[in-house]
C-alpha cells in the first residue's frame, strides 16, 4: 500500500510490526515476520531514513506515528508532483516553440516493431489528460483485446475514452465479452461499417498511427505531434464517431430469465438486438452470444411477437424507439 511512497512492501511489513508491538527488537521482529537479523536491519535502515523508526539507546525498536510520519511523506510527494507539473509545462512550452514553423517531416516518427510500438501505444495513451480517442480495426497485430492496461488507467484518473470499432472486431471470439468489460469501465463505445486505419489520439497533442503490413512483415507505426495532419485526423474521427452507431451490451444474465425492469426481454434478448443493429450477421452474433444460429432466429420471432410487427427492419425501428437496444 505505501510503495507510492517509495517503500516496499517488504519494508512495510517490517514497519507494520513495529507499530503492531512498540518497543520490539530486531530479533522479535525476525522472529514475528520470518525472516532473518539482516533483512529486518536493512528494512529498519530504510525506514529510518524517512524518519518512520527511531532506534532507542537501549536498543529497543520505536515506531513513528503513522498520521505525523506518512502525513509528511505524503506532503513532500505532493509537493514533487506540483514541482514535476511545472516542470511538465515549461518544458511542453519551449517543445512548441522549438518545433513552430518547422515541416511535417519534423514532427513526424516512425516506430517499427512489435515492442516499440506497443511501447508509444503505452505513452500515447498514459499522456492524455482530458480525451482518449481511438479507432479499433481488425486483426489485431501488437496488442491483443484485454491486453490495454492503459485504457483502464485513463478511465480511472477521469480522462473521457472514445472508442470506434469497425464491424469485423465484434466478429472476433470474444469481442463482446470485452465491449461489455469495457462499456462498464466507463468508454464510450460506436460501431461503423468499417474504418480507413487504426488511430489513437491523447488529447489535441498526440496521434499514433499503425501502418498497414504485408503478410510476414515488420509491423510499423507513425506517432505525430500538434500538427495539421494531426488536425486533419482530429476532424476525421469525429465525423466517423457521428456516424457511429451507438454500442450498448447488458452484461449476461446467469439464467437468460426476463429483464428485471418489467419486459419480457432477457438481456440475451437486448445483446442479440444490439449485435445485429451494428451491424452483424446472425451467425456472427450467435458466435459471439455462444448460441446456436437456430436459437438465435427462435429470439428474433419472439421478440417480432412482442414488438407486433413483421420484418426485423419493423423491429429495429420499433427497438429504438422503445430503449430494447
Known amino acids: 500500500m505505501l510503495e507510492s511512497l517509495g517503500i516496499a512492501p517488504d519494508v512495510e511489513a517490517v514497519y507494520r510490526a513495529v507499530i503492531a508491538a512498540p518497543a520490539t527488537t530486531v530479533a522479535l521482529l525476525g522472529e514475528s515476520l520470518g525472516i532473518t537479523a539482516s533483512e529486518v536491519e536493512a528494512a529498519l535502515a530504510t525506514l529510518g531514513e524517512v524518519g518512520l523508526v527511531l ?86 497485430i501488437v496488442v491483443r483485446p484485454g491486453e490495454n492496461a492503459a485504457e483502464t488507467a485513463a478511465v480511472d484518473r477521469g480522462v473521457r475514452v472514445r472508442v470506434v470499432i469497425e464491424q469485423a472486431v465484434l466478429a472476433e471470439p470474444g469481442a463482446t465479452a470485452e465491449a461489455i468489460l469495457s462499456i462498464e469501465r466507463g468508454l464510450e463505445v460506436r460501431v461503423v461499417d468499417r474504418l480507413p486505419m487504426k488511430l489513437v489520439l491523447a488529447d489535441d497533442d498526440l496521434a499514433l498511427v499503425p501502418l498497414e503490413v504485408a503478410p510476414g512483415g515488420e509491423p510499423g507505426a507513425v506517432l505525430l505531434q500538434r500538427s495539421g495532419l494531426l488536425s486533419a485526423l482530429d476532424a476525421l474521427f469525429e465525423a466517423v464517431w457521428q456516424r457511429g452507431y451507438p454500442l450498448a451490451l447488458p452484461g449476461l444474465a446467469d439464467d437468460g430469465g426476463p429483464d428485471p425492469e418489467g419486459e419480457d426481454l432477457s438481456p440475451v434478448d437486448r445483446q442479440v438486438l444490439a449485435l445485429l443493429l451494428a451491424g452483424l450477421t446472425d451467425q456472427a452474433a450467435a458466435n459471439q452470444l455462444g448460441i446456436s444460429l437456430r436459437s438465435l432466429q427462435r429470439r428474433l420471432r419472439h421478440l417480432q411477437d412482442l414488438a407486433g410487427v413483421d420484418s426485423r427492419m419493423q423491429l429495429g425501428w420499433y427497438a429504438a424507439r422503445h430503449d430494447w437496444a
Do not use: N
Open 55 to 140: 532506534a532507542a539507546d537501549d536498543g529497543s525498536i520505536h515506531g513513528a506515528p503513522p498520521a505525523v510520519a506518512l502525513g509528511a511523506l505524503i506532503t513532500e510527494q505532493h509537493q514533487g508532483l506540483r514541482l514535476a507539473e511545472q516542470a511538465l509545462a515549461t518544458l511542453a512550452e519551449q517543445h512548441r516553440s522549438a518545433i513552430a514553423g518547422q515541416g511535417i517531416s519534423d514532427l513526424i516518427e516512425v516506430v517499427t516493431g512489435p515492442d516499440g510500438i506497443r511501447h508509444r501505444f503505452q505513452q500515447v495513451q498514459h499522456a492524455a489528460a482530458e480525451q482518449l480517442r481511438m479507432f479499433v480495426t481488425a486483426p489485431f
